[in-house]
Structure formats: C-alpha cells, structure tokens
C-alpha cells in the first residue's frame, strides 16, 4: 500500500485471489463532498464465484453515511431466487430517503410474484385471478409504464419466477392458491409447473415440466393440495455453477435442467420455497419443519438446522459476510453461524413473516405479511419505512424487491402495484458481469455518480446537491469485505483518487497492459 496526494491519488493495493483487507480511518480515505475516483481490475474465472461480491467501502451502517462498490447478486428472493445477478453497484448516502412512488399496476395483477433484473431490464411475473385470465409477463419502460410480453402459454394464472441463464431469460409459470391470502379460490383452473425460455422475437419455448414424470396427470387431481392449485408451481428458478435448477411443487424438491424438456431429480423431498447462493454454496430454504438444508452435489443435501421458533422460510439476503433469513410465523430475521446452528437477530415489527428480502446500498431492507409494511435494519433493530398496499383486506404482502436504476423496487399482494424506494445515490449496471477480467472504474463527479466497465460509461445515478453528501466518517475503508458478501474472484491494481478521472484516463487505466 501507498498513500500519496500526487495527481489525486491516495492509496494503491495489489490486490491478490479473494483479497480482504480492512484500513484503519485516516485523512486520506476521508472524500467528504467531493470528488473521487475508485479503479481496479477484477476477475472471475468461469463459474466458480457465483458471487462476486465487495469489492470496496467505507460505510457508518448507523449514520447511513459512506460509500459502497460491489458486484451484487440478490440471491434469496421467494420463487425467484436472484433478483439481480453479478450487477455492479455503486452507492453514496448521507442519511437520506426520499418517498416511494407507485410504478405502476401491470394488467389486471393482484400479484407481483416475481421480479428479476436482466440484460438491462426489470421484468415482473403477474398473479391474475379470473377464470379467464392468466399470469403475465411484464417488461418496465418507467414511470409507471410497462410493456405485456405474453401471458403464460399453459393459460395458468401466474408467472412464478425468472431467471437468466446463459444469456436468455427463462419463466417458471403455476396456478397460485390465493386462499392462504384470504383472495378466495382461484378460478382459473389450468394447471403450470411448467419453464420456458423467451426467444428474442417475442417466442416463448416450453423447456418442460420439472417433476411431471411423478405428477399425476392434469386432468386428475387427487389430493387436496394439487386440487388448490399448490401442487402445480414452476418455481424458484435459479442458476448455480452454470447450471438452471427450479423447484417444482408436482413433486417436492428441486431439479436440474438438462436441455430440452429434461429435468432431472436432485431431491430433496421438501417443499422448498427459495434457494440462495452464500459462499459458493446452494441453499434451500423449506416450507416446513427441516429449516435450511445445504446441496452437497448429486442428490445429497446435508441439513443446517432449524432457525428458531420457524415454521417456514422464504427469503435471504447476504450481509455483513453473513447469511440472514426471514421467519415465519414470528416474522424474525436470524442469522446463520454455520453447522446446524442460529441465532435470532429481532421479530421484524408486529408482522408475521419475512416476505422479502434486499440489500441496497449497504443497508437490508425487509418486506413483511400481513401488513405489507418495509423496513430498513438499523443493527439490531428494524426502522419501518413505509406501507405499500393498504388494500381492505386482512392479509397483505410485500412480496417481491429488487434494485434497478439505482432505486429498490417492491411488488404486492393484492393490490397488483410495483413501488421505487431511492435511499442516497446509486450508479447500478443492470446487465450481469461477465466471467473473465474486467476494468471497473466508480466516479463520483459533481452532482453524477457513475460506472465503468473495461473503459466504457456503462452508468449514471440521478443527479443530486453534492453539498448533500457528505461521506466522512469514522468506519475502516474495508477491501473486498464488508456490506453484503466477501469478495470471491482475484482483485488487482486498486486505486484509490482524490478527484474524478476524466473518460480519457479511465480508458487509459483499462487498457493498460491489456495490449487492447
């Protein structure tokens, strides 16, 4: 490490595989309301970091005051496990918070169920409850405008999940049971369960039905469960060391996609509501009494315990280097210390379960049932901010979030509508970081914040009153570790710079001895 103020620049680390390092607060570090400028070279190396993860920050997690650089994979939402996937994010904050605004209600939806950011789009699956009308799947154009892509071509009433795999987008499609909403029965009876690929012409490709060599046929419901419609859900798609998985409630487990309309059974035989990646590892989070079982490879799952006092787990989120998942029906967030072993952080309000769960810019936020309510998690605590669906009746969900355009997203149950939250400034790269090395270069110049990637602007926040954002404080600047997951891949040439680079020296810095 160096320090010197020459040409701005303050510190240089070499960097090195899965590099971690945390710096006592000085001077140097501290970039108060001005300009800086934040440049390496990272890489990663097939599909071996599922996560990438920190890369650098120096954030009061209390003041909410710093800044924030990784590459975040969102991974642990209900059904659709990663809302975002390897997106590189930069955030500044100074305790601000602006209003949610309402984006919008896609078609008739009584039911944002999925939303997933992909190859620069937010995308949203739809719940509809006519005998008429099935799931949709909706593409954000802003504001609160968004573009149908077609309805399921099963004609079930929801898109359940999506996800990008090699490069495509891939829906899980089922037939919901708004009974345990307290929405009545659902009168679409067609049955889903099944995944599909959406070409680029509009096409969507059925890629089969995980499960359905088990299921009983269509057209013969036998048990209570299948004739609700729980027993018919594509969901929870998810991709893990290069490969697709989905959970399919025709038969309890998951499944991994062999091409075509194969899928092959990989246990366990649970009703698993989620998966998550933490640490190069697949989790699944079960609806029911055996907690978070860990995936060993093959069909061998190895059981992590029960959180306490839970019944059902739906969601995760990776913060601080730690696994946190959300409870019901004590709505707790606990924290996972490895082995079999849990410890409960706090009851989230007076809710009753965990819905949703989120990192952005550097803080977790909270989604919750019955009362559709969002919160921030302040250490130990829970700071509510704001109610998203007051809809009149006695169940309500803040179901779905993900981060788009520097904003965290949030969709309901039942009013059908997507809201944007906008806590300080972020510059987030909405398209997944492909493997390999990549130049990144964070810029916070004047009143913009922006990213780049191998020498190209790829990002700007909106704009903001620099006098703002003050970001001194007293906290470590933390190398490869700290606000969500540790850094996973090799990290190189860090620089550190008093000032905003110009386009023409961040081009220069990522080109240099590339021999591009």
């Known amino acids: 490490m160096k320090i010197q103020l020459k040409d701005g620049l303050v510190g240089h680390w070499p960097g090195g595989v899965d590099y971690r390092q945390e710096l006592a607060d000085q001077p140097a570090w501290r970039f108060g309301a001005g300009d800086f400028t934040i440049a390496l070279r990272v890489h990663t190396d097939g599909h071996s970091e599922d996560i990438v993860g920190d890369l650098v920050s120096k954030f009061d997690p209390k003041t909410r005051r710093g800044f924030n650089l990784g590459v975040v994979t969102l991974s642990g939402m209900t059904f659709t496990t990663a809302a975002n996937n ?68 099963d004609g079930s009433s929801a898109v359940e999940s999506i996800a990008e795999f090699n490069g495509a987008l891939y829906c899980g499609t089922g037939r919901y049971n708004p009974m345990g909403s307290r929405l009545g029965p659902q009168l679409n009876k067609k049955p889903g369960g099944r995944v599909y690929r959406i070409e680029s012409d509009g096409r969507w490709i059925e890629c089969g039905k995980p499960g359905s060599e088990d299921a009983v046929p269509d057209d013969k419901p036998v048990d209570a469960d299948y004739e609700t419609g729980k027993a018919d859900e594509a969901t929870c798609l998810t991709v893990y060391r ?47 009494k055996n907690g978070v079982l860990r995936y060993e490879g093959g069909s061998e799952w190895t059981s992590c315990g029960v959180p306490p006092r839970s019944d059902q787990n739906y969601a995760a989120v990776a913060y601080d280097g730690k696994l946190l998942v959300g409870t019901w029906p004590e709505c707790e967030v606990v924290r996972y210390d490895g082995d079999d072993r849990w410890t409960m952080i706090n009851r989230v309000g007076f809710e009753r379960e965990v819905m949703a769960m989120a990192l952005y810019n550097a803080k977790v936020y909270v989604g919750t049932l019955p009362m559709a309510n969002v919160w921030r998690m302040d250490g130990n605590d829970f700071t509510f901010v704001g109610n998203l669906d007051n809809s009149p009746v006695p169940l309500r969900r803040v179901w779905s979030m993900a981060v788009y355009q520097g904003k965290l997203f949030a969709g309901m149950l039942p009013s059908g509508h997507i809201k944007s939250l906008q806590a300080g400034r972020m510059a987030t790269h909405d398209r997944a970081l492909p493997t390999g090395e990549h130049h990144l270069a964070a810029v916070r110049a004047g009143d913009r914040l922006k990213l780049y990637q191998d020498g190209v602007l790829v990002s700007e926040s909106a704009p903001f009153k620099a006098s703002d954002y003050n970001l001194d404080n007293d906290q470590p600047l933390r190398i490869g570790c700290g606000v969500g997951h540790p850094f996973r891949g090799t990290m190189r040439d860090l620089r550190l710079y008093h000032r905003a680079l110009s386009p023409d020296e961040i081009e220069r810095l990522a080109h240099e001895r590339t021999g591009r």
């Open 86 to 153: 390897r997106n590189i994010q930069f955030g500044i904050d100074d305790g601000k918070l602006e209003e949610w605004k309402d984006c919008g209600r896609p078609g008739n939806a009584v039911h944002i169920v999925a939303m997933a950011v992909v190859q620069g789009k937010l995308y949203a699956g739809t719940l509809e409850m006519g005998a008429d009308q099935q799931g949709h799947l909706w593409r954000y154009e802003g504001g609160q405008q968004w573009t149908d892509l077609g309805g399921t071509p």
């Open 242 to 288: 290069g490969k697709l998985y989905c959970t399919s409630h025709h038969r309890r487990g998951a499944f991994e996609y062999e091409g075509g309309q194969r899928w092959r059974n990989v246990g366990p035989n649970e009703r698993i509501m989620s998966f998550t990646v933490f640490r190069d590892r697949l989790y699944a989070l079960v609806n029911g």
